[in-house]
């Protein structure tokens, strides 16, 4: 079995999906690029080389360079998926919510209902969330609780190259709108992804690491530091469960809820600001359907609420670490009613 990273899954699972399926498209701003220049007929594939050499197989009536404009493509995706395409529209930064929010929450998240049930709308709208690569306010947010809270979309946040893999196979083929969220940070995390197809439904976490003292539930980037902090603290004796629900929206509240009755204690591990977030949400969800079982509060680690600082000092201590993650740890082991 060969190890992958996060980049080379992208770009080999949208090149089989688009073998396979001729109706598959790929749509964004320059993911064929290099038009009228002589040469091969090949470009970078985006902004981060996920889709390099799928024009050359392709052609550019498949792989479509797109407008500056996320308004205008994001729509056209929409459009495509309720005629018999199924559009992978590439957002590059998600930090371009704003611009084409209307055509998410307003259009393709409506469709089937407003539609009577009757209109599919199978479109993966890929996209890049998360601080750390020194891009500014405006390209280092994770605005993934703003489109989970949206009825009508799915919401995936895969961690690993493996489950990248899995998720972006059931994104394809679902007949609704997915938002398919990858960290800045992890393109180049590798581990061995089996060459075959598979599968991995949405709305069924992952159990990361067994523990009973306390559950641990972490998003994306953070769940490699809530792995690290449950190793280093299991040579102490203090057994830590980490859950990556792999998507938002569907939610596995089950899995949660069936930890924390067993751990009586949880810590959510989210980059996004805390307020109105998706730690906030799974906090609400444990108090009112497993508080009998918590002995001690529940407690998020988030970034701060504040935009995200240019200075690389500052950038770092407001993304979410491990040893916030540890402090908080030990602060729900160490409470006493």
């Given at each position: 079995?060969?190890?992958?990273?996060?980049?080379?899954?992208?770009?080999?699972?949208?090149?089989?999906?688009?073998?396979?399926?001729?109706?598959?498209?790929?749509?964004?701003?320059?993911?064929?690029?290099?038009?009228?220049?002589?040469?091969?007929?090949?470009?970078?594939?985006?902004?981060?080389?996920?889709?390099?050499?799928?024009?050359?197989?392709?052609?550019?009536?498949?792989?479509?360079?797109?407008?500056?404009?996320?308004?205008?493509?994001?729509?056209?995706?929409?459009?495509?998926?309720?005629?018999?395409?199924?559009?992978?529209?590439?957002?590059?930064?998600?930090?371009?919510?704003?611009?084409?929010?209307?055509?998410?929450?307003?259009?393709?998240?409506?469709?089937?209902?407003?539609f009577g049930g009757k209109s599919d709308t199978p479109l993966v709208i890929?996209?890049?969330?998360?601080?750390?690569?020194?891009?500014?306010?405006?390209?280092?947010?994770?605005?993934?609780?703003?489109?989970?809270?949206?009825?009508?979309?799915?919401?995936?946040?895969?961690?690993?190259?493996?489950?990248?893999?899995?998720?972006?196979?059931?994104?394809?083929?679902d007949d609704d709108p997915v938002i398919f969220l990858?960290?800045?940070?992890?393109?180049?995390?590798?581990?061995?992804?089996?060459?075959?197809?598979?599968?991995?439904?949405?709305?069924?976490?992952?159990?990361?690491?067994?523990?009973?003292?306390?559950?641990?539930?972490?998003?994306?980037?953070?769940?490699?530091?809530?792995?690290?902090?449950?190793?280093?603290?299991?040579?102490?004796?203090?057994?830590?469960?980490?859950?990556?629900?792999?998507?938002?929206?569907?939610?596995?509240?089950?899995?949660?809820?069936?930890?924390?009755?067993?751990?009586?204690?949880?810590?959510?591990?989210?980059?996004?600001?805390?307020?109105?977030?998706?730690?906030?949400?799974?906090?609400?969800?444990?108090?009112?359907?497993?508080?009998?079982?918590?002995?001690?509060?529940?407690?998020?680690?988030?970034?701060?609420?504040?935009?995200?600082?240019?200075?690389?000092?500052?950038?770092?201590?407001?993304?979410?670490?491990?040893?916030?993650?540890?402090?908080?740890?030990?602060?729900?082991?160490?409470?006493?009613?």
């Amino acid at each position: 079995m060969a190890k992958k990273t996060i980049r080379e899954v992208i770009h080999d699972t949208v090149q089989s999906e688009m073998r396979r399926d001729p109706n598959v498209i790929l749509m964004g701003e320059d993911v064929a690029g290099g038009a009228g220049c002589s040469g091969e007929d090949d470009a970078f594939g985006g902004a981060f080389g996920f889709y390099k050499g799928l024009v050359g197989e392709f052609g550019r009536g498949r792989i479509i360079d797109t407008p500056i404009s996320e308004a205008a493509y994001i729509g056209a995706a929409a459009g495509a998926a309720m005629t018999g395409l199924r559009p992978i529209a590439d957002l590059q930064f998600f930090d371009f919510l704003g611009v084409c929010f209307d055509q998410i929450y307003n259009q393709m998240a409506k469709f089937r209902y407003m539609f009577g049930g009757k209109s599919d709308t199978p479109l993966v709208i890929l996209s890049l969330v998360g601080a750390g690569l020194r891009c500014g306010a405006q390209h280092s947010q994770s605005l993934h609780p703003q489109v989970t809270a949206v009825p009508g979309l799915k919401v995936v946040m895969p961690e690993n190259a493996y489950d990248t893999k899995g998720l972006l196979l059931t994104a394809i083929r679902d007949d609704d709108p997915v938002i398919f969220l990858l960290h800045k940070l992890q393109f180049e995390n590798a581990c061995e992804v089996p060459d075959e197809e598979y599968l991995i439904p949405f709305g069924e976490a992952s159990f990361v690491r067994e523990g009973t003292d306390v559950t641990v539930v972490a998003f994306s980037a953070m769940v490699a530091k809530a792995v690290a902090v449950a190793d280093r603290l299991r040579e102490e004796g203090i057994s830590v469960e980490v859950i990556d629900p792999r998507t938002t929206s569907p939610l596995d509240e089950e899995a949660i809820l069936e930890s924390v009755e067993m751990t009586g204690r949880l810590v959510v591990v989210d980059e996004a600001w805390e307020r109105c977030s998706v730690a906030a949400d799974i906090s609400s969800i444990v108090a009112r359907k497993a508080f009998g079982a918590l002995q001690a509060p529940i407690m998020t680690v988030t970034a701060p609420h504040t935009p995200a600082p240019f200075s690389p000092v500052l950038e770092d201590l407001y993304i979410p670490g491990e040893d916030d993650i540890e402090s908080a740890i030990r602060e729900v082991i160490a409470y006493r009613r």
